[in-house]
């Protein structure tokens, strides 16, 4: 399995930025994907997933700002990002979860993108 991010950059608060994740070597359509933003000394956490349904799922910081969708034609999952503040600033990562059993999942990760948000 490869997720591929891409999208990231510097943009100034107020700004927006389009992250896109292409994966490959997985049925996509079965498959939650999602968003996570790691800031330096902090922890990994998530921004928002979408399901194979396309039921969606957003951090409170983020919620009315940020929207994430899914093309199943192309293995493509997006985050929209608007509003974007300075406390945006992290390394975005494209993360892939298949339910295998009520108590087990099979996680895979993108190389991460990096979003900066500064004047």
């Known amino acids: 399995v490869q997720l591929q991010a891409s999208g990231g950059g510097l943009v100034q608060p107020g700004g927006s930025l389009r992250l896109s994740c292409t994966a490959s070597?997985?049925?996509?359509?079965?498959?939650?994907m999602g968003w996570y933003r790691q800031a330096p000394g902090k922890q990994r956490d998530l921004v928002a997933v979408?399901?194979?349904?396309?039921?969606?799922n957003y951090a409170v910081s983020v919620k009315g700002r940020f929207t994430i969708s899914r093309d199943n034609a192309k293995n493509t999952v997006y985050l929209q990002m608007n509003s974007l503040k300075p406390d945006d600033t992290a390394v975005y990562y494209c993360?892939?979860?298949?339910?295998?059993?009520?108590?087990?999942?099979?996680?895979?990760w993108g190389q991460g993108t990096q979003v900066t948000v500064s004047s």
């Open positions: 070597g997985l049925i996509f359509s079965r498959i939650r």
């Open positions: 993360n892939a979860r298949r339910v295998v059993t009520v108590e087990s999942v099979d996680d895979w």
């Open positions: 979408i399901t194979s349904g396309g039921i969606t």
